[in-house]
């Protein structure tokens, strides 16, 4: 972890207070690193920026149209979501079509990410389940396609990287990837499933792909689509209210796919460039990540003065104090290095 850049600086006055510092790649649908800071070859787990990967075979096995699951449901598979009405009761729908209780989401719980719906579920007096955890989704998306195939999850647990939906989805993130399935490094995430280290290079790669479906002839183009839609035009499933992965794709307006990861992790798609964008920030913060998203993004001259305006608390976020004075600035200090030849 020692190869990052300074990506962004917390000011204080005329200080420098703190600095994030991180890696970058963006890669093009071709497979070409265009540009990056710092190591784009360093080899991290991928967190959940990895979701929109993991549910190509849920589309691509027929899965949605046999339990008729929604569009909504499946941006819901991608998501790291903040435990709200829409995002529980989507869960509960999902399990409802499958069959299924609550009681076969083996994800953990925690409280909702979004306070208030935090503070509604304890005014109720109700405790946190299995079903607000902002992994919750993903996991009914991975009990969607263990029906689907008649995986096991009875006897067998189906967060095991031994259990046949695992490797399945092992198998697939390589392939989408490009990236040999032995040469990934495989951890537990917050959830209890394998989690995939690789190099930030093939994370931007595979969302190249989201963004232009059609150059990885190894998935079918439409399997993609359907994904990338869902996900962009159900951004409110895949966060929450005033979360960046919302935020940034409603800004976008149709143009950006993009996913956080935990530990500083993030992907964008950006369309109508056919590039990918992998961020990994070294101490693991959102508050520097979200500014050197946005000012990659800028850089690269994906977003409009206007979508730049939208997206100013992510960007340069004025540090205030307990007074709301403005003290300083939380700002992107980086430069994009091209790697074109």
């Known amino acids: 972890m020692g190869n990052g850049n300074v990506l962004v600086e917390v000011t204080r006055g005329t200080i420098t207070e703190s600095q994030h510092r991180g890696n970058i790649a963006v890669v093009n649908s071709k497979g070409e690193l265009e540009y990056s800071v710092g190591d784009p070859q360093l080899v991290s787990y991928w967190r959940s920026s990895a979701k929109p990967i993991q549910v190509i075979p849920v589309v691509d096995s027929g899965a949605m149209k046999e339990y008729g699951i ?155 689509q359907t994904i990338t839609d869902a996900m962009i035009e159900n951004p409110d499933m895949v966060g929450g209210t005033d979360r960046f992965c919302t935020d940034l794709m409603k800004a976008g307006n149709g143009n950006l796919v993009a996913k956080a990861g935990a530990e500083g992790v993030y992907c964008v798609g950006i369309k109508d460039q056919k590039r990918g964008i992998a961020v990994k920030m070294e101490d693991g913060m959102p508050r520097g990540r979200q500014a050197a998203v946005v000012e990659t993004l800028r850089q690269l001259g994906a977003l409009s003065e206007v979508q730049l305006k939208e997206l100013k608390e992510y960007h340069m976020k004025e540090n205030k104090n307990h007074r709301d004075d403005i003290v300083g600035l939380i700002k992107p200090i980086f430069k994009l290095k091209s790697d074109s030849l």
């Not at 979501?81 to 995002?87: L, N, R, T, V």
């Not at 109720?124 to 689907?148: I, Y």
Request: glycine fraction near 8%; aromatic fraction near 8%.
């Open 70 to 224: 929604t569009k909504r449901e499946l941006a819901l598979f991608c998501s790291s979501h903040s435990g709200e009405d829409i995002h529980t009761q989507g869960v509960f729908s999902v399990l409802d079509k499958l069959g299924f209780t609550e009681q076969e989401l083996d994800c953990g719980s925690h409280p909702p990410l979004n306070k208030e719906a935090a503070a509604k579920l304890k005014d109720s007096n109700k405790k946190e389940t299995n079903v607000h955890c902002n992994c919750s989704g993903k996991h009914s998306g991975m009990l969607v396609l263990c029906k689907k195939r008649g995986y096991d999850i009875k006897n067998d647990d189906y967060t095991s990287l031994n259990h046949p939906l695992q490797q399945e989805l092992l198998e697939i993130s390589a392939k989408f990837c490009k990236y040999p399935k032995e040469d990934i490094v495989i951890g537990i995430d917050g959830c209890g499933v394998p989690v995939y280290g690789m190099p930030i290079f093939n994370w931007a790669l595979a969302y190249s792909y989201l963004a232009d479906p059609k150059e990885n002839e190894l998935i079918e183009e439409n399997v993609i």
